[in-house]
């Protein structure tokens, strides 16, 4: 999920009761549920070796106590003031597995096991930025302030009030949300199994989530020859196999291997769940190809100028759209 998103679960954590169990705990709670993030620094890298670094070792089971401890340390410099340090690092924790677990729900997903699985684990639950989590988090944000104005205005005594109702209104959606989506995700998942698919059982499906609404998804299917792509309604008309767009799988060829062999599509080809190769004469190199690599989860992939001669002239990450 975006930081914004990890923040304010931090900080409805902390109000839902959390802050009952140490000094400081908004603070611990707000940086150890954004901690993991800053493998952001590896931008200074460049976009590839973001792309190898992202939601990788600071986004591990093994290294998440560690992430908190360092949490609580931050905040103990800071602010000057003893703490508690079981209690402010059991704190810290729970507020790094909540990052973890918010990432795990969507379609980027994480490597939870590294160094012994280098397995990406994913729900396909919910997108990165998600409008419906941002609605539900700003009622639970502004409503205690709405209702100690509004008590202000008809004349009501002032009430002490720290929000933690709305807090905890704000986690159980988080819940709720969470396992709605779930159901539709696995009902769409075997709505796509069902079907042939080129005259043939389809070798994968997968189904991600759309900005617009929780009830449009992007269905891709991966038969032996191709990926159909298709935008599917819950609450819409029987699902059509024939309605999606087909993305045809070239046949291997001397440029696609030249740019295989880089390091840019090598790393590419370690991130990609769903990778899809595509090929056009380039309009750069005389009798040059252009090789795109594409992963069907997100509009953006990597390319590769290959000449006449099977050289590779350039790679570029990333290129937006497919």
């Known amino acids: ?88 690092t059991l704190v810290a924790w729970l507020g790094v597995l909540s990052h973890l677990l918010l990432d795990w729900t969507n379609q980027y997903g994480i490597r939870l096991l590294l160094p012994f699985s280098p397995r990406w684990y994913r729900l396909d639950n919910t997108m990165l930025f998600d409008i419906w989590i941002y609605s539900a988090f700003a009622v639970c944000l502004f409503a205690p302030w709405l209702a100690r104005l509004v008590g202000g205005e008809i004349g009501e005594r002032p009430r ?70 298709y935008t599917m309604k819950v609450l819409g008309p029987a699902f059509d196999p024939s309605a999606g767009r087909t993305l045809y799988k070239p046949e291997s060829s001397a440029a696609m291997e030249a740019a295989a062999k ?14 899809l190769w595509q090929t056009v004469p380039s309009a750069e190199v005389e009798k040059g190809t252009q090789v795109d690599l594409v992963d069907m989860r997100f509009p953006f992939h990597c390319r590769a100028i290959v000449d006449a001669e099977n050289r590779v002239r350039r790679t570029e990450y990333p290129v937006y759209g497919w």
């Open 160 to 229: 002490s009030t720290t929000g933690r109702g709305w807090a905890i209104a704000a986690c159980l959606f988080l819940g709720l949300y969470f396992a709605g989506r779930g159901v539709i995700h696995g009902r769409l998942i075997e709505v796509l199994d069902a079907r042939n698919y080129d005259d043939s059982e389809p070798l994968r499906v997968a189904a991600f989530p759309q900005s617009s609404s929780p009830l449009v998804w992007r269905g891709v299917v991966e038969s032996p020859v191709a990926y159909h792509v």
């Open 1 to 88: 999920m975006d930081n914004p998103t990890h923040l304010l679960a931090g900080y409805f954590m902390s109000r839902a009761g959390l802050n009952r169990l140490t000094p400081n705990a908004t603070a611990i709670l707000l940086l150890a549920a954004n901690i993991p993030d800053i493998d952001i620094l590896a931008l200074a890298g460049g976009g590839i070796n973001y792309l190898h670094w992202h939601r990788s070792w600071t986004h591990t089971v093994l290294l998440s106590p560690v992430m908190a401890w360092a949490s609580v340390a931050m905040v103990r410099l800071v602010a000057r003031k003893p703490l508690p340090w079981i209690a402010a």
């Open 262 to 275: 880089t390091s840019v599509f090598r790393e590419f080809q370690q991130f990609a769940q769903f990778p």
